[in-house]
């Protein structure tokens, strides 16, 4: 069952799901043992990596025992692209903290064997021994990740289309609709669920409705970031507006 933290707005949000993040990497370090840290790209986690860049920058938190995997990538942007998901990473945060860039770990948007590629990102994840705690937002679509309805429970990383509702809303970012790429790669919703700990976070009214139905209708394809509900521990951090139609 899901737990669901009402915080009085994002940025208190935020603090808690990066005392989280910083309570792990510190217990973590003294078992002398890597944190693997799942991230994600969006408006949403930007209050959440400026507080781990505080806490890096004023309170000596180290990222370098820290290992990363983020949860999707553009299809036909590469690493240095504006819009790419490893440019946002490194521009929102691994340039202000010292995390290894070889621990860093963001599904290849140019590959020659896209299938080889998610197959790939499958087995790292599995040899750094699974991911810890996943860092997710959720569209307007129920996707978490690029898992666009319909997105079965058993997925797997994968090429993926994107809903048009997610390229509109995107757009901002591209300046323009046709801009925006039509598929992506993503970790399934199997890899999401087999992370130990999932804290997701939604802000805003644009938020409400699809809050509502993750966690007021029945698991299913449909609506991806409702197969949460199942996960042993996930949070879900929301702002008032997010929270208003429970
Ligand atoms: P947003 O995107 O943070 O920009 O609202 C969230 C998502 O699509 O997962």
Redesign the pocket.
Known sequence: MSKVIVHADKATAAKAVAATIRDLITAKAKASQAAVLGL?T???PLPLYAELVRLHREEGLSFRNVVSFNLDEYEGLSGDHPQSYRYFMEQNLFRFIDIRRENTHVPAGISADAARTCADYEAAIVSAGGIDLQVL???RTG?IGFNEPPSALSSRTRRVHLDEVTRRDNSVFFGELSLVPHGALTMGVATIMDCRQVELLAFGTGKAEIIRKTLQTQPSADCPASWLQNHARCTFHLDPEANALL
């Open positions: 994600a969006g408006s949403t937002g959720i569209g996707h």
